[in-house]
């Protein structure tokens, strides 16, 4: 299985001539810190971090001179510009990134180097220096309640950058120089915190119940006709807190650095400390799933639940009910229609239906792929689990740098 990330990179991309300083107020550009995006994930090219809707990230970013103590250096948002048009969901389609900065300029400084943390997304952290000499600092995510267009993204901390090696060094993401690569600059790798969950459901059963004359329809109903308390749902907590902690290692190089998931546990998946909360989630009326008469194949697929965004969790606490209708026709006349309920009168969770998926990780893309059998009245599970952060096809990273030059 394939590992897909989202990445961003803060660069400082300096100019291969010098520059001749003519007056004392004079800054030479190569001084200046700017913030490139490449997409990247392993072996594969993936869209922008805009594909996640986001339109900005946060840096907060720890100055070590060579003599004197440690100093908040950067504390602010990086916005993506076109020229000096910023982008957001507004304009996007129109366009194109060329740049990823703050709104105000940082230069790098002369001798010692900087530690660089971000994260992005619809919930923000509360950043902490659990230690005086600012080598370690912690990311807290305090009782977060995740709803279906929750995101979260955290990046790798960024160590040891300065001026020096961010101009000249290449730091590879990909291993492949003849592919899409950060060729200047400070990487920073973009993680999600939170999964993703799908749910579709198909009619399906064997040629051999097949009948030449009947056809046999199915719909998933957000509630039943039969009784109101009976409706689909899905009953994931979705309330949590997450503690993230970066510490320095000791003769630390220029890199990155994955976080700490400081409370990470069997039960605590992802690092999440899961509350007691829990929302219900109703899942939507299927399109009429039709299995036509004494052909071959199987029926029509329809999606109940779109992909949302859920806290990571184990799944044997995750109720789970749906009703459906299941309809036989001799040609356009219906001559059997009952509502039938899978995990209601019995209080299923979808662990228990589902063994196979025992837990919802960080990153992951959970599809439940519900299969009706109507002849037989057996309703299976077909799940799938994948790094959620998918790409559609192969697509080609700018790297723009701060004088607006086009580099491969």
């Not at 709104?103 to 919930?123: C, L, Q, R």
């Not at 002849?375 to 994948?386: I, R, Y």
Request: proline residues 4%; charged residues 15%; glycine residues 4%.
């Amino acid at each position: 299985m394939k590992k897909f990330f989202v990445l961003a990179a803060a660069a400082l991309v300096a100019l291969a001539a010098c520059t001749k300083i003519d007056t004392p107020s004079a800054v030479e550009t190569s001084s200046k810190i700017g913030f490139e995006v490449a997409s990247f994930i392993p072996q594969t090219k993936a869209s922008a971090i805009t594909s996640e809707s986001v339109y900005k990230f946060h840096t907060v970013a720890n100055q070590f001179p060579t003599v004197g103590s440690p100093v908040l250096f950067m504390d602010v948002d990086v916005l993506p510009w076109n020229g000096t048009t910023q982008v957001t969901a507004d304009n996007i389609a129109s366009n194109n990134i060329q740049t990823w900065s703050p709104s105000e300029d940082y230069y790098w400084p002369k001798t010692g180097w900087i530690n660089f943390y971000s994260y992005a997304g619809t919930h923000t952290p509360t950043v902490g220096n659990s230690t005086s000499d600012k080598k370690t600092v912690t990311f807290t995510y305090s009782d977060a309640v995740i709803n279906a267009s929750s995101n979260i993204l955290v990046a790798d901390a960024a160590l040891h950058y300065g001026r020096t090696n961010s101009a000249t060094e290449t730091h590879q993401v990909d291993n492949s120089e003849s592919s899409a690569h950060v060729t200047k600059g400070v990487p920073t790798l973009f993680r999600h915190q939170l999964a993703k969950l799908i749910i579709d459901v198909e009619a399906r059963t064997t040629d051999a119940k097949k009948s030449a004359n009947t056809t046999w329809k199915v719909q998933v109903l957000s509630a039943s006709t039969v009784d109101a308390n009976y409706v689909s749902t899905i009953t994931p907590i979705n309330k949590g807190s997450l503690l993230l902690t970066s510490a320095e290692p000791t003769n630390a190089t220029t890199g990155t650095y994955e976080w700490a998931k400081t409370n990470a546990s069997t039960s605590n998946i992802s690092g999440w400390i899961p509350s007691t909360e829990t929302e219900t989630i109703s899942l939507s009326d299927s399109d009429v799933l039709t299995i036509d008469a004494n052909t071959t194949g199987d029926g029509t697929k329809s999606t109940i639940l779109a992909e949302r965004s859920v806290m990571p969790q184990l799944t044997n606490g995750v109720g789970f009910k749906l009703t459906y209708k299941v309809q036989a026709l001799h040609g356009s006349t219906v001559y059997l229609e009952e509502i039938r309920e899978v995990g209601i009168t019995d209080a299923k969770t979808i662990s228990q239906l589902v063994s196979s998926v025992s837990s919802w990780q960080a990153n992951q893309r959970i599809t439940y792929h519900i299969i009706i059998d109507p002849v037989s009245e057996k309703v299976t599970f077909d799940p799938a689990v994948e790094e959620y952060v998918a790409t559609t096809g192969n697509t080609d990273v700018i790297n723009v740098n701060e004088n607006g030059l086009v580099t491969p």
